[in-house]
């Protein structure tokens, strides 16, 4: 498969186990944040996302949680099972510049089984 | 099934012969994009189309060409590709403004 990064901060959890991958963002302006996941030979796939007037949303398994103190978002995975074992990007934008997307550098999350 | 599609997938060529990687998408989508995938420098954005006819620099965007003639189809052109260009290419689009990205599967692109 394709490789995305050779320098990724690496997580690796047990089968089973909760997952939390943490990302600091870098525009105190910016007001929508995106998770993605990146499985290998795929282009990034969209998880869920939380806009600046949230402090925590939850989709199927995965919750996203957004302190705009410190700039920071994370993404916990409920129950982690091998087919979540990928590359996963935090991205942000505003709505002043929505055209602009920054990427994270990606988290790998290897699960074993 | 709403999608993204490059073609081709996996691409060798030699440096300065011009390519074109396409890209179209089925979601009638005015925003379009292109990002390169690079080790340790993760995505970047090369050009973006607000719309037909309409198109902009992102950061990275020497040595490329884009063009949308037609909302569906936003090419990638590399007139003359050097080896700095071999990467991992990706296509993405959306709907309105703060809705997510939907991208393509890649292409590889390595210039010898």
């Known amino acids: 498969g394709e490789s995305v990064g050779l320098h990724l901060p690496t997580l690796s959890v047990q089968e089973g186990d909760n997952s939390i991958i943490n990302c600091a963002y870098s525009n105190s302006a910016s007001d929508y944040f995106i998770w993605y996941k990146q499985e290998s030979g795929k282009g990034p796939q969209f998880i869920i996302d939380?806009?600046?007037?949230?402090d925590k949303r939850q989709g199927q398994r995965v919750t996203v949680l957004l302190n705009k103190t410190v700039k920071h978002l994370s993404l916990q995975i409920a129950a982690t099972q091998p087919g979540d074992s990928a590359v996963y990007f935090c991205?942000?934008?505003?709505?002043?510049?929505?055209?602009?997307?920054?990427f994270g550098p990606g988290t790998s999350l290897s699960v074993i089984p | 099934e709403a999608q993204v599609t490059q073609n081709p997938r996996y691409l060798i060529t030699v440096t300065g012969k011009k390519l074109t990687v396409t890209c179209s998408q089925n979601?009638?989508?005015?925003?379009m994009s292109w990002y390169r995938q690079d080790p340790g420098l993760g995505l970047r954005q090369i050009y973006y189309s607000m719309n037909v006819e309409v198109t902009d620099k992102g950061d990275v965007p020497e040595g490329y060409k884009v063009s949308r003639k037609e909302k569906r189809n936003f090419p990638l052109i590399l007139e003359s590709p050097s080896p700095n260009q071999t990467s991992l290419y990706f296509c993405?689009?959306?709907?309105?403004?703060?809705?997510?990205?939907?991208f393509g599967n890649g292409t590889r692109l390595t210039v010898t």
């Open positions: 939380i806009r600046s007037n949230m």
């Open positions: 991205a942000e934008t505003s709505k002043t510049s929505y055209d602009k997307v920054i």
């Open positions: 993405a689009s959306r709907g309105h403004p703060g809705s997510p990205l939907h």
């Open positions: 979601m009638n989508h005015e925003y």
